[in-house]
């Protein structure tokens, strides 16, 4: 039954990374309208890709490899839809900037959703060779950085958002790549070319490690500050469970402990880095 919890952790992440986009942007963390658009979106979307994969198999197929789905499809249809209807009430409880975006993030979730074969696998992007691992950084990044800074740009600094963007791409760049060392397998007889299909797991898992190093120095190298509330302390309580999964095998055989440890590592960043900027605010109040 890794469906729904797997669902929820993705979802509790993506909120949990608005938040944290908004602490390390100055303003105090609240919840809005967004983050209710934010986790249903992410439900419904994760769940939609997870039916359109199921429904892609034969009959027999779905059997063997979604035991669970096959026999509880009325609760999992229930878990698509509640939550798309949520996603579909709030839509119109937020501002115009911020549809466009989910709208843009929504059609590259949904191309990227779409199996490349059938009478629609002309559009799926998973066919564009190494594009796969950088859209769902692209995606993740639109939809945790720009929609909760949307209605606050004016009171950024300059070049903060960007940098905040670029801080959120290279946070989930290595996360994607080790999900797609777990899809290695059904990538390739898909013939869908990501880069551990390419060059190996072996080869990914160094990448991996040369992009998370990135993603905790990029920031102080460039900028000359550590920000260690915002940054450097959450980055390096992230990358502790990220590096140790990295040497662990993949573990194929069990996709929840995937989405428990890296997706989960995502809730603990974001949650070190409001808690970050919660003491720290209490000396500095924001602005």
């Known amino acids: 039954m890794s469906f729904l919890p797997g669902n929820l952790i993705v979802a509790f992440a993506a909120v949990s990374l608005c938040l944290a986009s908004q602490v390390q942007a100055g303003f105090e963390p609240h919840l809005q309208s967004f983050h209710l658009l934010i986790f249903s979106g992410t439900l419904s979307e994760y769940s939609l890709h997870r039916l359109i994969k199921y429904y892609s198999l034969s009959r027999t197929g779905r059997k063997v490899s979604s035991p669970w789905m096959f026999s509880n499809q009325p609760v999992v249809w229930l878990f698509f839809l509640i939550p798309l209807t949520a996603f579909a009430i709030s839509f119109f409880y937020v501002n115009t900037v911020i549809r466009w975006i989910i709208l843009i993030s929504g059609l590259i979730a949904l191309l990227y959703s779409l199996p490349l074969k059938g009478p629609a696998g002309f559009l799926s992007l998973r066919g564009i060779p190494f594009l796969k691992t950088f859209l769902v950084a692209l995606v993740w990044s639109l939809t945790t950085v720009l929609v909760p800074l949307a209605g606050n ?19 989930i760049f290595p996360l994607a790549l080790l999900f797609d060392i777990l899809d290695m397998v059904q990538d390739r007889e898909e013939g869908i070319r990501t880069i551990p299909v390419v060059f190996g797991e072996k080869m990914t898992r160094k990448l991996v490690v040369r992009t998370v190093l990135l993603f905790i120095f990029i920031y102080p190298l460039v900028t000359g500050t550590f920000d260690f509330h915002s940054h450097f302390v959450p980055a390096i309580l992230w990358s502790l469970p990220v590096l140790w999964f990295i040497y662990r095998r993949s573990d194929s055989e069990n996709p929840l402990r995937y989405s428990l440890l890296l997706d989960g590592s995502l809730i603990l960043y974001g949650l070190v880095v409001i808690a970050g900027g919660y003491f720290y605010n209490h000396l500095f109040p924001f602005q």
């Open 153 to 171: 740009s004016g009171g950024i600094p300059e070049g903060k958002i960007s940098w905040i963007f670029i801080e959120r791409f290279f946070l």
